[in-house]
């Protein structure tokens, strides 16, 4: 399985940018890049996910890599209801197998 | 619209016993995925279905775990003989596509496993 390495831990500060790296130099062409995030004491949710182009949607966006072999999180303004565990998952087109790694824990300061 | 549920919320049992957890998919999706999340860590991937066919149990830990969904929604994750070791939070998540999507998956609340 292709894997993802993270961070363990990041602090942003309240209304600032965050950008939450993700390495998966090891990515094919059939990858899906997702993001999920956990907050404390509930089930991960879904954040945004892209296959080569950069994505936006309401939550976050998602700057990839040319060579895919890396991409970015981006939250644009951090509040502290984004304190959470991000995680940054390959998702493999012909079966549906995810892979969750450690993720990384984002501290949001007031 | 509701959810992902699954039941019990909390389940203490004793070591040898089986337990039954269950899931109850978003209606109408088809892949229902089961999961494993030991305290501080990410989820591990325990096995999936598309409708009613189990396609991939390559993460279920032994022969002491098991899962069904026999009817393409509700599924069961069965484990006999329990161990404290199997003490965990387990998660289900359904989604709406089936192999070859992108795979947004919707999780549900998961059951807190205690094994004394």
């Known amino acids: 399985d292709a894997k993802t390495t993270q961070p363990n831990s990041m602090e942003s500060n309240e209304e600032e940018p965050v950008h939450l790296p993700c390495n998966h130099s090891?990515?094919?062409?059939?990858?899906?890049i997702h993001w999920y995030r956990q907050l404390p004491s509930q089930g991960p949710e879904y954040v945004i996910h892209g296959l080569t182009s950069n994505v936006n949607n309401r939550m976050a966006s998602l700057a990839i890599a040319e060579d895919r072999k890396s991409s970015t999180l981006i939250l644009h303004r951090a509040t502290l209801r984004d304190a959470a565990v991000y995680y940054c998952i390959l998702f493999h087109n012909y079966g549906q197998n995810f892979v969750f790694g450690p993720g990384t824990r984002l501290s949001v300061l007031p | 619209g509701a959810g992902v549920s699954q039941s019990p919320r909390y389940k203490v049992t004793k070591r040898g016993q089986d337990v039954a957890l269950r899931c109850d998919p978003i209606s109408g999706h088809v892949s229902l995925y089961w999961y494993r999340q030991a305290l501080g860590q990410g989820p591990e991937f325990l096995t999936y279905f598309n409708y009613e066919a189990q396609q991939d149990k390559s993460g279920l830990p032994n022969d002491r775990f098991s899962a069904e969904r026999p009817e393409g929604s509700i599924s069961t994750l069965t484990i006999q003989r329990t161990e404290q070791r199997d003490s965990a939070m387990y998660r289900c998540?359904?989604?709406?596509?089936?192999?070859?999507?992108?795979?947004?998956?919707?999780f549900g609340p998961g059951t807190r496993l205690t094994v004394l």
């Open positions: 998540a359904s989604s709406l596509e089936t192999a070859g999507g992108p795979g947004t998956q919707y």
């Open positions: 090891t990515i094919s062409g059939t990858d899906y």
